[in-house]
């Protein structure tokens, strides 16, 4: 009985951090900014739902492949969102006007005057 009472709060909060996600992909203004509320909020949102799963199914196989999801998306996440970052900004893509520090742009100027 109290399973069903955690997976459905657990359901609940993954949800909102997954719609919290999808809502910074439409609202906020450059690739970095997107990425970063996709790959944090949706990480937190997935595994919140996945280890809901865990806890409703009970059984022993679903939880140890619901962990191992969630132990995948906290170790491939913010790789790939790094690596996606950097390609981006490798092309030639700048961060918009809101951006009060660019540290990667003042960290490559700062190699090349040495």
Not at 8 to 22: D, K, N, Y
Not at 84 to 90: G, M, P, Q, Y
Not at 100 to 112: C, F, N, P, V
């Amino acid at each position: 009985m109290w399973a069903e009472y955690v997976a459905g709060v657990l359901l609940v909060v993954g949800s909102f951090f997954s719609l919290m996600a999808s809502i910074g992909l439409l609202r906020l203004n450059d690739v970095y900014m997107r990425m970063h509320a996709a790959s944090k909020a949706g990480t937190v949102g997935s595994g919140l739902m996945l280890l809901a799963l865990a806890v409703h199914a009970g059984e022993l196989g679903v939880t140890t492949r619901a962990i191992a999801g969630i132990l995948f998306f906290l170790l491939t996440a913010p790789v790939s969102a790094h690596l996606l970052a950097r390609a981006a900004f490798v092309v030639g893509y700048r961060p918009c006007a809101q951006t009060k520090t660019d540290a990667y742009s003042d960290m490559l100027r700062g190699s090349s005057d040495k």
